[in-house]
């Protein structure tokens, strides 16, 4: 059974930093992209940052310069750094796997960035 496990969602303050993680199994990791997503209350799930097979990154450009994306092939996971944390940064962070017609979503972590 595919599972993403994200991790590390919680209260910080504007400008300050949080690291999220996603813990991948049941899957063969290293031939999946794998993906950073967020959903913001009352709007559409959008994409933050993707990661290939071969580590190329892409970033949306509300997250280029503050996010950086990782992966961890020896542990199957998969991490987003992000800094310089603003209000609107406020959403449900998914962790989504791909590769051709496959795609396997994580539950979400619920980060909020607020004084």
């Known amino acids: 059974q595919v599972q993403l496990v994200e991790s590390g969602g919680d209260l910080v303050q504007p400008g300050g930093s949080l690291r999220l993680s996603c813990a991948a199994s049941g899957i063969i990791f290293t031939v999946y992209n794998y993906g950073w997503y967020r959903q913001a209350p009352g709007k559409q799930r959008e994409l933050v940052a993707t990661?290939?097979?071969?580590?190329?990154?892409n970033y949306a450009d509300s997250a280029r310069g503050r996010f950086t994306i990782s992966k961890d092939n020896a542990e199957n996971t998969v991490a987003l750094q992000r800094n310089s944390l603003k209000p609107e940064d406020t959403a449900v962070y998914y962790c989504?796997?791909?590769?051709?017609?496959?795609?396997?979503w994580g539950q979400g972590t619920q980060v909020t960035v607020s004084s």
């Open positions: 989504k796997a791909f590769s051709g017609s496959r795609s396997y």
């Open positions: 990661i290939s097979t071969l580590r190329y990154t």
